[in-house]
Structure formats: structure tokens, C-alpha cells
């Protein structure tokens, strides 16, 4: 007779249960959900077309606006719009209408955005990283329609209205500001041991703007032979860039608060209430006065050394094109193979030879990982001492540019400098180690307003001091420009190696 209880194998079910429809469904949410994690695989792609789209503007906006001044103010009569832009070769007034038109839009672009960027960046700790990289796109959205009604309409449109493309730029923050929206939106997902390698990746897709948008723009205009076709698909990418950040970039900020609610099962994290209108811009900028006089000293010469690099890089180009045509005769096809090469340089040390660096460093100086219990560096492994060679290969490249007055001084000079690419995001990701979590979108906030500022005066001051030189000495721009970056780099060892991490920074994320 058989025992009541029986054995354990016979009271094993001969088939397995079947998986409930509940269980499935709560395994494809998973997978959705880490599908659909925050990263910077998920913005690198979009920002890079956003750079790239900038950049491959570069050389149309410059047709369009020498074409339209040609045409309105100096050859009215003629209705061929590309002849009366011909007929303006050499023309030395259309060169100073020219040039003062683009002073104007510089000051009226960098002055908005000077106010705009701080503004948005401190409602971006508020309403998400999102928001404020759709709006960014809004701007540049607006000036593509302005300067197609220009083009379409010449006579009825006057330059004077591209302005207004400038004014929509400053006030959306355009790619400045998408630049900072997404520094920030990888601070929320980073830690500080990966995130300037991660902000390097924006620094090369904002580099990529230079190295391969006039390629594209080039490619465009000898197909289609007409700006009003580029100006189109660039109307089209900034339709689909809204789309694309509106509705398929995760949100990054949403992301972290709900991280630190299952950690700490506490109400979210309460956000600082911004300040609003124009007094935004005071309240960003005391992110970079802390009351410790260490970190303050600490936070002042990463923000202002960064800022500058930032205004040297975007009044530099024009310039060295400028230097190579006067002294060595180049022509378009030779400045733009010395232009790629140059920033494709610089492109390759950003998302691989640094990364590979700062890994090394990190091997050497952390070879059990950061000890348990014990406070937390602001900065990185090998983060200072980055900066320090970056500083000093920028300044070295710009001396021997000065010193060698031949063509393959500036090839040389030209790429020791863009080894120091790195630079900015290391220092950026420096200052984003040194602030709450809370005020991250505050800090990049000020960190754009100085970019505004900076973006004025720097291109200001390198144009007047190549201007009033280029007749006797053209290579003093140059030696400036190594003293600068030396001034910088001993300000750089004042930076204390022993700035605290705040306790946003020591959590893992």
C-alpha cells in the first residue's frame, strides 16, 4: 500500500507550468525599460546631426548674406541674384558691409544668449534636459524660413531681416545651448569617473560641425547649384531634430530623481527655485562664487580658462583661413583639406586617444578603485594633469605657428594645438564634479552665459589684433594666443587637487 504522503517525485508535476501572460509582459516591460534607459548612445547620434547641420550652414548663410547685400545695396538694377554676387569680387565696400553685418549679428546673437542661456539651463533642473534641447532647435528653425523668404524673394526682403535669424538664434541659445543642455543631460547619467570621457564625444560632435559640415555643404551646392535646396534640407533636420528629442530621447533628469527615490524611498529630490527672468543670470553666476575660498579659486579659473578656449575656437577658423591666403596663397580647396585634416586631427584624439590616456591614468593612480567610506574627489583620476597637457600642447602649437612662417609650421602648429582638443569638456566635467546634483543645470547655465560673453569678446579682440597687424607682423595673432594659453596654464596650478566631491557626486549611478 502506498504511502499517503508518496514519494517527491511523484508528487512533481509532470509538465512545467506554463510562463502567465503576466509574467511575459512584465519581461518585455523590463526589456522596454532598459531599452529606453537614458544614455549617451541615445543623444550622441541626434546632437551630432545637430552639429553637423550647423555647420554645414556655414559657407550658404555666408553666400547668402554676401549675395543679398551685393544685390540690394551695390548692384540693385540686376536680377540675376548669382551675377550681381560675382560682379562683387574684390569689392572692398561689399567686404566692409559684409563684415559689419556679421559684427552686428554676432553682438545681437551673443548678448541675447547671454541672457536666454542661464535662464534656460536653470529651468532644465526643473522641467528635464528635453525642453530645452527642443527649443534650441527653434531658433535656427526660424532663421532657415527667414533667409528662404530672403532667397525667394530678393527684392522684397532685405538683408536686414536675416537679423532677426540671429536674434531667434540668441534667444533659443541654438547650438551653444544644446551644447550645454547635453553636458548636462550626461551629468545626470555619469559619474565622475566616465564623464569626461563622455562630454568628449560632445566635444568631437561639435568639432565634427567643422570638419565635415563645409564638406557636405560643398557636396550640396555642386549637386543642387542653388542655397535655396540646402536651406531646405536643413529646414527639414531641424523639423525632425524637434521631433527626435521631443518624442524619442529619453529623459535624463526624470531618470535620476526616480533612481534616487527607490534608493532612498523618500519624496523626490526638491529642485532650487530659480530665479526668474534676467535675475536667472546673477543667480547662475554665484554658482561660480562658493563661499569656501578654495573651491571658488578652484571654480573661477576652470570657468574662465574654459570660456576663453571656447571664444578662441570660434573666432579662430576665419582667421587662420585669412592667415594661409595671405601668406601662402591658399584657395578654397586647399583651406578646406587643411581645415578637415585639422579638426579630423582633433576629432580621433577626442574619442580615442584621450579616452585611452585618462583609462591609463586611471589604472596607475586607482589600481583598487576608490576606497569605501572615505570622501570623494570633485575631480577624475588624471583630470588636473589633463588639463595641464592640454594647456600646454595648445600653447606650444600656437608659438610654433608664430615661430614658423611656412606652410608646414602652420600644418604642425595647427595639429600639436588640436591635440589639446580634450581641454574643454576635461575642464567642464571638473567644474559639473564640484555641484549638487540640484545645481547642475544652474552651473552649465552660467557656464553658457560666460560662452556668450566670451563668444563676443574673443573674436572681437583676435580680429582687431590681426587686422591692425596683418600689413607688418600677421604672426603676432598667433603669439598672442601662446602667451594666453600659457597665462592659463599657470593658472592651472592653482587649482587644489583636494576639492570634495558634494554628496550627489559620491552616489553611484
Same mark, same amino acid.
Request: charge should be negative; include cysteine.
Given at each position: 500500500?502506498?504511502?499517503?504522503?508518496?514519494?517527491?517525485?511523484?508528487?512533481?508535476?509532470?509538465?512545467?507550468?506554463?510562463?502567465?501572460?503576466?509574467?511575459?509582459?512584465?519581461?518585455?516591460?523590463?526589456?522596454?525599460?532598459?531599452?529606453?534607459?537614458?544614455?549617451?548612445?541615445?543623444?550622441?547620434?541626434?546632437?551630432?546631426?545637430?552639429?553637423?547641420?550647423?555647420?554645414?550652414?556655414?559657407?550658404?548663410?555666408?553666400?547668402?548674406?554676401?549675395?543679398?547685400?551685393?544685390?540690394?545695396?551695390?548692384?540693385?538694377?540686376?536680377?540675376?541674384?548669382?551675377?550681381?554676387?560675382?560682379?562683387?569680387?574684390?569689392?572692398?565696400?561689399?567686404?566692409? =558691409?559684409?563684415?559689419?553685418?556679421?559684427?552686428?549679428?554676432?553682438?545681437?546673437?551673443?548678448?541675447?544668449?547671454?541672457?536666454?542661456?542661464?535662464?534656460?539651463?536653470?529651468?532644465?533642473?526643473?522641467?528635464?534636459?528635453?525642453? &530645452?534641447?527642443?527649443?534650441?532647435?527653434?531658433?535656427?528653425?526660424?532663421? =532657415?524660413?527667414?533667409?528662404?523668404?530672403?532667397?525667394?524673394?530678393?527684392?522684397?526682403?532685405?538683408?536686414?531681416?536675416?537679423?532677426?535669424?540671429?536674434?531667434?538664434?540668441?534667444?533659443?541659445?541654438?547650438?551653444?545651448?544644446?551644447?550645454?543642455?547635453?553636458?548636462?543631460?550626461?551629468?545626470?547619467?555619469?559619474?565622475?569617473?566616465?564623464?569626461?570621457?563622455?562630454?568628449?564625444?560632445?566635444?568631437?560632435?561639435?568639432?565634427?560641425?567643422?570638419?565635415?559640415?563645409?564638406?557636405?555643404?560643398?557636396?550640396?551646392?555642386?549637386?543642387?547649384?542653388?542655397?535655396?535646396?540646402?536651406?531646405?534640407?536643413?529646414?527639414?533636420?531641424?523639423?525632425?531634430?524637434?521631433?527626435?528629442?521631443?518624442?524619442?530621447?529619453?529623459?535624463?533628469?526624470?531618470?535620476?530623481?526616480?533612481?534616487?527615490?527607490?534608493?532612498?524611498?523618500?519624496?523626490?529630490?526638491?529642485?532650487?527655485?530659480?530665479?526668474?527672468?534676467?535675475?536667472?543670470?546673477?543667480?547662475?553666476?554665484?554658482?561660480? &562664487?562658493?563661499?569656501?575660498?578654495?573651491?571658488?579659486?578652484?571654480?573661477?579659473?576652470?570657468?574662465?580658462?574654459? %570660456?576663453?578656449?571656447?571664444?578662441?575656437?570660434?573666432?579662430?577658423?576665419?582667421?587662420?583661413? %585669412?592667415?594661409?591666403?595671405?601668406?601662402?596663397?591658399?584657395?578654397?580647396?586647399?583651406?578646406? %583639406?587643411?581645415?578637415?585634416?585639422?579638426?579630423?586631427?582633433?576629432?580621433?584624439?577626442?574619442?580615442?586617444?584621450?579616452?585611452?590616456?585618462?583609462?591609463?591614468?586611471?589604472?596607475?593612480?586607482?589600481?583598487?578603485?576608490?576606497?569605501?567610506?572615505?570622501?570623494?574627489?570633485?575631480?577624475?583620476?588624471?583630470?588636473?594633469?589633463?588639463?595641464?597637457?592640454?594647456?600646454?600642447?595648445?600653447?606650444?602649437?600656437?608659438?610654433?605657428?608664430?615661430?614658423?612662417?611656412?606652410?608646414?609650421?602652420?600644418?604642425?602648429?595647427?595639429?600639436?594645438?588640436?591635440?589639446?582638443?580634450?581641454?574643454?569638456?576635461?575642464?567642464?566635467?571638473?567644474?559639473?564634479?564640484?555641484?549638487?546634483?540640484?545645481?547642475?543645470?544652474?552651473?552649465?547655465?552660467?557656464?553658457?552665459?560666460?560662452?556668450? &560673453?566670451?563668444?563676443?569678446?574673443?573674436?572681437?579682440?583676435?580680429?582687431?589684433?590681426?587686422?591692425?597687424?596683418?600689413?607688418?607682423?600677421?604672426?603676432?595673432?598667433?603669439?598672442?594666443?601662446?602667451?594666453?594659453?600659457?597665462?592659463?596654464?599657470?593658472?592651472?596650478?592653482?587649482?587644489?587637487?583636494?576639492?570634495?566631491?558634494?554628496?550627489?557626486?559620491?552616489?553611484?549611478?
Amino acid at each position: 500500500m502506498t504511502s499517503q504522503g508518496g514519494s517527491e517525485d511523484e508528487r512533481e508535476p509532470l509538465l512545467t507550468k506554463p510562463s502567465s501572460p503576466n509574467e511575459n509582459q512584465s519581461a518585455l516591460g523590463s526589456l522596454w525599460l532598459q531599452f529606453r534607459k537614458p544614455s549617451v548612445t541615445w543623444l550622441l547620434p541626434m546632437y551630432t546631426l545637430y552639429s553637423i547641420t550647423a555647420g554645414s550652414l556655414i559657407i550658404p548663410e555666408f553666400n547668402a548674406t554676401l549675395g543679398l547685400i551685393c544685390h540690394q545695396r551695390h548692384s540693385p538694377d540686376n536680377s540675376n541674384f548669382q551675377f550681381a554676387m560675382e560682379q562683387c569680387d574684390g569689392n572692398t565696400e561689399v567686404q566692409s =558691409d559684409l563684415s559689419q553685418f556679421y559684427i552686428y549679428g554676432q553682438v545681437i546673437s551673443g548678448i541675447l544668449g547671454a541672457i536666454a542661456g542661464p535662464n534656460l539651463m536653470g529651468f532644465s533642473d526643473k522641467i528635464g534636459r528635453k525642453p &530645452i534641447l527642443v527649443f534650441s532647435v527653434l531658433g535656427p528653425l526660424i532663421a =532657415d524660413i527667414i533667409v528662404l523668404a530672403a532667397l525667394y524673394y530678393p527684392d522684397e526682403v532685405d538683408v536686414k531681416y536675416l537679423l532677426v535669424g540671429y536674434a531667434m538664434d540668441g534667444l533659443s541659445g541654438s547650438i551653444i545651448t544644446a551644447t550645454t543642455a547635453a553636458q548636462a543631460y550626461i551629468s545626470d547619467i555619469s559619474t565622475s569617473e566616465n564623464r569626461a570621457s563622455s562630454f568628449s564625444y560632445i566635444q568631437a560632435a561639435f568639432m565634427s560641425a567643422l570638419a565635415l559640415g563645409p564638406m557636405i555643404a560643398g557636396g550640396l551646392l555642386s549637386v543642387f547649384d542653388s542655397l535655396i535646396h540646402a536651406y531646405w534640407i536643413a529646414f527639414a533636420i531641424h523639423l525632425s531634430l524637434i521631433v527626435l528629442f521631443a518624442l524619442v530621447l529619453p529623459e535624463s533628469l526624470q531618470s535620476t530623481t526616480e533612481s534616487q527615490n527607490t534608493e532612498e524611498n523618500t519624496k523626490p529630490r526638491s529642485k532650487p527655485e530659480a530665479e526668474p527672468g534676467f535675475f536667472e543670470v546673477i543667480s547662475s553666476a554665484r554658482t561660480l &562664487i562658493p563661499s569656501d575660498r578654495s573651491s571658488r579659486v578652484n571654480m573661477l579659473v576652470l570657468a574662465i580658462t574654459e %570660456a576663453a578656449v571656447f571664444g578662441v575656437s570660434m573666432g579662430l577658423t576665419p582667421l587662420q583661413l %585669412a592667415y594661409s591666403a595671405y601668406m601662402f596663397h591658399w584657395r578654397s580647396s586647399a583651406q578646406s %583639406a587643411f581645415l578637415t585634416g585639422v579638426n579630423l586631427w582633433s576629432i580621433l584624439v577626442l574619442v580615442a586617444i584621450a579616452p585611452l590616456f585618462m583609462s591609463f591614468i586611471k589604472r596607475r593612480q586607482q589600481p583598487g578603485g576608490h576606497p569605501e567610506g572615505q570622501p570623494q574627489s570633485a575631480f577624475g583620476p588624471g583630470e588636473l594633469g589633463g588639463i595641464r597637457t592640454y594647456l600646454f600642447l595648445q600653447t606650444v602649437g600656437y608659438i610654433t605657428i608664430a615661430a614658423f612662417d611656412s606652410p608646414l609650421g602652420v600644418i604642425a602648429g595647427s595639429l600639436i594645438a588640436g591635440t589639446g582638443a580634450p581641454l574643454s569638456p576635461v575642464m567642464t566635467s571638473c567644474l559639473t564634479g564640484m555641484v549638487s546634483e540640484e545645481r547642475q543645470g544652474v552651473l552649465l547655465g552660467a557656464v553658457n552665459f560666460l560662452h556668450a &560673453i566670451f563668444r563676443i569678446l574673443m573674436p572681437t579682440a583676435m580680429n582687431y589684433v590681426y587686422g591692425s597687424t596683418v600689413a607688418t607682423q600677421p604672426y603676432t595673432l598667433f603669439g598672442l594666443l601662446g602667451v594666453l594659453t600659457g597665462i592659463f596654464l599657470v593658472a592651472s596650478m592653482f587649482i587644489g587637487r583636494k576639492s570634495l566631491a558634494p554628496p550627489r557626486a559620491q552616489s553611484t549611478k
